[in-house]
């Protein structure tokens, strides 16, 4: 009679358990400014992840950018983030702004070209990189990536960051507003096409936007950090005023995580991600260039996620 108490018991405490939903597993996206296309990105995935993920619920959280997203993906929280590849060399590796501090990242995925944009006005005298020198110059704001791919800029024009201008540090909304004060004469910007706060300087009466050209300056930096950068362009139907093509600069995006992420919540997370790539091209065009032929082993400079690895052998793309 004791047993058949006790097993009563035992199938009553499954049947109960069985009943009660799944904790949800909550997750946070790091993302950007505000005036970016991190940030309204960052949503559009938390709001995928959260619709198709059974039992997650992710949020976007406004960050300072790269930096300040490798930063949080180091504590081993559960965080995943939008990031800029040398950025993400330099984490993984404990070095620059990750000096001794190295953080064990992964990349989930490849998401879409950043591009190096150096933005002045006409009135500045600013035509060329070398013309910034004696300027007032925004290179970001301190937890970006943005900031250390402008000092790669500088160094690889034969200007010093530290000497030659009076240095800012503002993200992409705040050093569009400085610059229509006329606070600052540029700003040094890494995003997709376009970005919003660019896009509002470019609309602004009275403010004719100037593009700064610097893809002569792309095997310089190549030479000194690793393959991480290619010569593109910045058509000149982008932005408002732009009279010709800007040549330019430009780095790749990664999706990351902490190698401590387990296999099938990365997964899922990539999975879901490319499942419904249609909901976030209506966010972001930039989302169309979420391309399954992007996902190469050589496209990423950290290694790749076991779970990501495992959703791309299934696309028949080796990564390891």
């Known amino acids: 009679m ?24 909550n997750i946070s996206i790091g ?6 296309v991190y940030y309204p990105m960052g949503g559009g995935m938390a709001a995928v992840l959260s619709k198709y993920v059974t039992g997650m619920q992710a949020t976007a959280e406004v960050t300072g950018g790269s930096v ?6 180091g504590t081993g929280k559960p965080y995943i983030g939008l990031t800029m590849a040398d950025a993400t060399l330099d984490a993984y590796k404990g070095q620059d702004k990750f000096n001794g501090k190295p953080v064990a990242v992964r990349t989930l995925m490849v998401l879409y070209p ?24 925004s290179t970001g704001s301190g937890g970006s990536a943005t900031e250390v791919m402008a000092f790669r800029v500088i160094e690889a024009a034969g200007l010093d960051k530290d000497k030659d201008m009076t240095r800012e540090r503002l993200g992409v909304a705040e050093s569009v507003n400085a610059l229509k004060d006329r606070k600052i004469d540029a700003f040094f910007w890494v995003g997709g096409l376009p970005t919003a706060a660019v896009t509002d300087l470019a609309n602004t009466p009275g403010a004719k936007i100037q593009m700064i050209d610097h893809a002569d300056l792309v095997a310089a930096m190549n030479k000194k950090y690793g393959n991480l950068y290619v010569k593109d362009v910045i058509g000149k139907d982008i932005y408002k005023g732009m009279e010709a093509d800007n040549h330019q600069a430009t780095v790749m995006n990664l999706l990351v995580a902490n190698q401590s992420m387990d296999e099938k919540t990365a997964y899922n997370i ?8 249609d909901e976030l091209i209506r966010v972001h065009k930039e989302a169309a260039n979420f391309k399954l032929e992007n996902q190469t082993a050589s496209a990423s400079p950290i290694p790749w996620h076991p ?9 028949g793309i080796k990564l390891n």
């Open 31 to 36: 993302t950007g400014g505000t005036g970016g």
């Open 2 to 25: 004791r047993v058949l108490q006790r097993l009563a018991r035992f199938t009553a405490l499954a049947l109960v358990g069985a009943a009660l939903p799944a904790a949800a597993q």
């Open 307 to 315: 779970g990501a690895i495992k959703y791309f052998s299934e696309k």
């Open 114 to 137: 950043n591009r190096m944009h150096v933005v002045s006005v006409d009135g500045t005298g600013i035509k060329k990189i070398t013309d910034l020198k004696g300027k007032r110059v």
């Open 270 to 277: 990539v999975k879901a991600i490319f499942d419904h790539r």
């Open 68 to 73: 300040a997203n490798l930063q949080l993906i």
